[in-house]
């Protein structure tokens, strides 16, 4: 009975309870739910046991730049990317963190300007920190909680008319799913960019290029759907600059889980396997086909949004951005963008604000507002459970 007991006490929480068809369905935070079904076949594949005197040291790898790093999530980070082809990772450092959103604050850190060093006439000022609108809601209240003397947050980035500046440019970008380029030109004036590529993966977009910017940032939440391990990773070409995001972390939270490093590692080495393991080592263990992610992240967009375009145009009210697509170098096929989510508008006159209407019909979303943008507009997530998805997608069709 103890026994009992103790397990159920231990049991990990799913995070959210289950939806019958006249529950709010909440769809405003972007939780990847979705990938659940696909971990739950992959067997051990993914799965980690680590003895009580694993992980205890501060340190990883006193040689590397960041020192935390775990040589096997380095290792495995490297390896997915050349998979995928999605991002250069020859003379980059590989930088860990606590979800990409620590690095993002680590890449503020370390591009704004030392002015304990700078030049005499300088005012000292924050740099500003601005993104296209519509822009993810996180950046500015980031960039702002904490009232740093260091960084700033200024808005759009096609207002901005200064000539120094940390533009982010998130591509394929949250909210709207537009593939984006910086719009300032950093090769005059002071300008930095840092690339928030999450969504870069080839289950939302098709692979087109191998990205080589001077900040990546990515994470596990998006790419394998992993967000409660709370790993990003951060591909930087330049030591100085690494060494600095590096410090940010450690004065943060000196250092990023090793257990965490590691669990994540094994995800990426199981959706690594799926596309380069040879099918007489899968007989050997026994085991079938190993699982492919993209696949199945692709076959589950591909799904969701054409029943969201099918949702929106039996409802009438509402309009979808239009359909993209381009060849991917990954799955040599070409494909369109799916992407993690839909920025919803709703054109009817009388509803100004959409998302208080969509409240009114029990489906939470986030408003354009949050985004820089028009409150006509709404972002929902499209990477939710199938039941929550489904009723999301009823109700949504029968709107008038
Ligand atoms: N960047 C973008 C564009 C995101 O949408 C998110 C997650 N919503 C993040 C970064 C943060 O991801 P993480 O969970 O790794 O902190």
Not at 80 to 105: E, I, K, P
Not at 323 to 332: A, D, I, L, V, Y
Request: proline share 4%.
């Amino acid at each position: 009975h103890r026994r009992a007991r103790t397990a159920s006490s231990m049991a990990p929480s799913t995070g959210k309870p289950a939806v019958t068809t006249d529950s709010v369905i909440n769809l405003d935070h972007g939780d990847p739910t979705m990938f659940e079904e696909f971990w739950r076949e992959t067997g051990d594949a993914a799965e980690v046991v680590i003895p009580g005197w694993q992980t205890m040291s501060y340190f990883s790898d006193v040689t590397n730049v960041c020192w935390f790093l775990e040589p096997e999530l380095d290792r495995q980070v490297r390896r997915l990317h050349r998979v995928v082809g999605n991002a250069a990772v020859d003379g980059y450092h590989v930088l860990v963190g606590t979800g990409s959103t620590q690095l993002f604050m680590a890449a503020l850190y370390a591009l704004a300007p030392d002015h304990s060093a700078a030049a005499a006439g300088d005012a000292g000022e924050p740099i500003s920190v601005v993104s296209t609108a519509p822009y993810y809601s996180s950046y500015p209240a980031v960039t702002d909680f904490l009232r740093s003397g260091l960084f700033r947050w200024a808005g759009d980035a096609d207002a901005f008319g200064g000539d120094s500046y940390i533009e982010l440019v998130c591509s394929p970008n949250n909210p709207d799913g537009a593939i984006r380029e910086a719009v300032l030109d950093s090769k005059t004036g002071n300008g930095r960019t840092v690339h928030d590529l999450a969504y870069y993966w080839p289950q939302y977009t098709p692979i087109t290029k191998r990205a080589a910017h001077d900040i990546m940032l990515f994470t596990v939440s998006k790419s394998t759907g992993h967000a409660g391990t709370r790993i990003g990773w951060a591909l930087v070409k330049d030591r100085a600059i690494a060494r600095k995001m590096t410090k940010f972390v450690e004065l943060n939270t000196i250092g990023v889980s090793k257990d965490s490093q590691m669990r994540a590692a094994k995800v990426l080495a199981a959706v690594s396997d799926g596309y380069e393991r040879r099918p007489e080592q899968t007989k050997e263990t026994k085991t079938a086909t190993p699982p492919r992610l993209f696949d199945f992240g692709r076959r589950k967009m591909v799904e969701r949004w054409s029943m969201l375009r099918a949702a929106v145009a039996a409802s009438g009210i509402f309009s979808l951005p239009e359909e993209t697509s381009g060849f991917c170098n990954f799955t040599k096929v070409t494909a369109a963008t799916n992407p993690a989510f839909a920025w919803l508008r709703c054109d009817r006159e009388d509803v100004e604000d959409c998302a208080g209407f969509l409240r009114g019909h029990k489906i939470l979303t986030r408003s354009g507002a949050q985004f820089g943008a028009d409150a006509r507009y709404v972002r929902v997530s499209m990477l939710d459970r199938d039941d929550a998805y489904d009723i999301f997608i009823n109700r949504l069709s029968s709107l008038k």
